[in-house]
C-alpha cells in the first residue's frame, strides 16, 4: 500500500463485510467498504475498497484504492490505487494511477493536474 493513502484523515466509517448499502453516501474523512454499496460513494479523505467489497455506482474522493469490485467511474483528486484482486468497469479520472498486474480495468482513464490548463488540438 503506498505511504500517501489513509494519511490525511482519520478513518470514520466501515461499511463491514456481509452490510448492504442502497443510496448515494457523502463521507466526511476516510471510508472504508468490505461489503456491498449500490449507489454513489463521496468521500472528503480515502476510499479504500475491500478485497470482498463491491460498489455498483461512482467513486469520488481524495484517494482511491481498490482490491475489490466496482461497476461505475472513479474520480479522485489525487491517486487511484488498482489492486491485482480489483476489477474496475468504468472510467477513471485522477491525476496519478497505479494498476497492479493482474487487476481488470474496463473502461477509458483520463489524468490531467487538477487546475492545469488543458491543450487544444487544432483540427
Do not use: W, Y
Not at 24 to 41: A, F, H, T, W, Y
Not at 62 to 84: Q, Y
Not at 89 to 96: M, Q
Request: proline content about 1%; some cysteine.
Amino acid at each position: 500500500m503506498s505511504s500517501d493513502f489513509g494519511r490525511g484523515g482519520e478513518l470514520n466509517t466501515i461499511i463491514g463485510k456481509n452490510s448492504k448499502v442502497t443510496g448515494n453516501m457523502k463521507i466526511e474523512n476516510s471510508l472504508r467498504i468490505d461489503g456491498s454499496v449500490k449507489g454513489d460513494v463521496v468521500s472528503t479523505d480515502t476510499v479504500v475498497l475491500g478485497k470482498e467489497g463491491q460498489v455498483e455506482g461512482k467513486i469520488v474522493a481524495k484517494h482511491v484504492m481498490l482490491a475489490g469490485e466496482v461497476t461505475g467511474n472513479v474520480c479522485a483528486e489525487g491517486k487511484v490505487f488498482i489492486e491485482a484482486s480489483a476489477a474496475v468497469r468504468g472510467d477513471i479520472e485522477a491525476i496519478r494511477l497505479v494498476i497492479d498486474e493482474g487487476a481488470i480495468f474496463d473502461g477509458q482513464c483520463t489524468m490531467t493536474e487538477k487546475n492545469a490548463p488543458v491543450q487544444k488540438k487544432n483540427g
